[in-house]
Structure formats: C-alpha cells, structure tokens
C-alpha cells in the first residue's frame, strides 16, 4: 500500500516544480523530500522522475501516479472533513413523535430549517415503543415519547405535559355520561388509552372503552376530529392534536373536572453524544415544549 505522506510530498513537489520550495511548503528539509520520492521509486520498482541537474520532468509512471494520487489525496481530505464535521447548522436531523405532540413540534422544526437552510428536517410520526426502538438502535437522533424509557440504551428527560381533552361536536355546549353514550366513540390508535385515563377520571358510570359504542375509526392523527366535526361521535385526544384541527369552529373541545395530562419525555441514545445540528434542534423543541 503506497504511504500517504510520501504520496503527498510527490505531488506537493509535481505542483511546485522545485525541490527546495516543496520542503519549504511541508516544512521539511530537502533531502527529506527526496527521501520521500525514492522510497516511492523503491516501492513502486518504478522511475517517477526523469532529473535534468536541478530541475526534473515526470516519466509516463510518475505522470500516472500524480493524477490517480491527487484524487486519492482529495478523497481522504474530504472523508476526514466528514468525519470531524459537526457544524450546529448544517446536515439531517432525524425525529420521531407521536401523532398529537408532532403536529405542535414539525413546524417549529420546519420554521428552523428555513432560517438555516442546510439543516435537513427527517421527522416521522410513530408509536411509543417504535421510537423507543428506533433510539436504541441509533436509526434516529432524538424521540419524543409520553412514557419514560424503559430500556437502558435510551435517555428520557421529562418536558412537559399534554392535558387530554374531551372533544364532541360544536352544537354539545355540556356532556353527560347518557348524552355521550348516545353520540358514540370515534376511536384511533390511543383512543381506548386516552379514554380510559380522562374518562375513568370523570364518570363513575364509564367501566372500559371496550364498552363503548365506537362510531369510527381513524388512524391519521389529522383526521380524527373529521368526523366529530360532523356529529358523527365524540373522542379523545391530546392537546396539540385538537389545537392543529382546521375547523375549530366545528368542534367543542370539553375541559372535565378532573384534568388528566400525558407527560412529555424528550429522549436521546444514553451512551452516544448527541451531533451539535441535533442539539440545535433539540434546543427549539425544548423552547415549545416548555412554553
């Protein structure tokens, strides 16, 4: 394998052309330099140089090798840049949220790139435990989950919480248990855990949302309320899901007697650091969370 710094001062010396300028340029002595084309030579069992007194001329080998070597030089030169590179405002930064706590976090991140634009925004919406497994296998660099870690490869620090609301038609201005058992559930992905949690808090009729009568089904978290904007039933949600509906005006978002929240836990691999464009992004979603 040919040695990069021998490699590194033939070329210095092709571009410069004199042998005692190249040993000036890479603080080097003369005979060091030739040193250096020799034990190519030896190497190589080739002749790079073709000496004329003081000045020399490149033999077809030696021609060959400061055009493949320059490439390789430059190669290494940017592999090294990439390696140590850790500009706050520059690369991909990869997120996963859940639905509700995402549509209030994406376009703050989304407002971020645009002032920086060489940050590049990968953000999916997932489940608790797929987060969880993404961080563990470092697929992605920050999570934002509503429960505390479980596995020792992930870090959790707890943010914030996000009340859970009970959401009906606009033309419902009061709920009871036999008005809401008449309209019917809209279910989603977490609507048996939110509604387990808000309405065994709230209505000593409610036994298990098993037991409710479901009117629908939706697991885009954008088009939940849909059909509660349409008196079509009545749901479950988290905060920031209801604040991101389009026609509030068609929804009554109820705020029970006894508030339930779900905790934010924003989450990082525990045994890696996290990149400094990661952190950036990090620090405006922390600003949200906590405002």
């Keep these: 394998m040919i040695n990069v710094t021998w490699l590194n001062t033939f070329c210095t010396l092709v571009e410069v052309g004199h042998f005692t300028q190249t040993a000036q340029q890479l603080f080097m002595t003369q005979s060091g330099v030739s040193q250096h084309i020799r034990k190519l030579e030896v190497q ?138 008449e309209l019917g559930f809209i279910d989603h992905p977490d609507g048996a855990h939110h509604a387990d949690l808000l309405l065994s808090a709230n209505f000593q009729q409610f036994q298990h949302s098993d037991l409710l009568l479901k009117r629908g089904f939706s697991n885009q978290i954008g088009l939940i309320l849909e059909p509660v904007s349409r008196g079509l039933g009545f749901t479950v949600l988290p905060a920031y899901a209801v604040e991101a509906f389009r026609e509030q005006n068609a929804i009554k978002a109820h705020h029970l007697s006894v508030a339930v929240s779900e905790p934010i836990y924003v989450c990082t691999h525990s045994k890696k650091r996290l990149p400094s464009r990661a952190q950036t992004a990090l620090n405006e979603a922390l600003k949200w969370l906590n405002a």
Excluded: C
């Design 44 to 181: 190589l069992e080739v002749t790079l140089l073709i000496r004329e007194g003081k000045q020399f001329s490149l033999s077809d080998a030696g021609q060959r090798l400061y055009e493949q070597g320059k490439i390789l030089l430059l190669s290494m030169a940017n592999i090294e840049h990439d390696i140590t590179q850790d500009d706050p405002y520059e690369g991909v930064v990869k997120v996963m949220s859940p639905g509700s706590v995402g549509l209030k976090l994406y376009p703050k991140l989304l407002a971020l790139q645009a002032r920086y634009p060489r940050l590049s925004i990968d953000f999916r919406f997932a489940p608790n435990n797929d987060i969880q497994q993404a961080l563990s296998e470092s697929k992605i660099d920050i999570g934002v989950m509503s429960f505390k870690p479980t596995v020792p490869e992930v870090r959790g620090e707890l943010v914030a919480s996000e009340p859970l609301l009970l959401v009906t038609p606009a033309d419902m201005k009061s709920v009871s248990w036999q008005a809401l058992s």
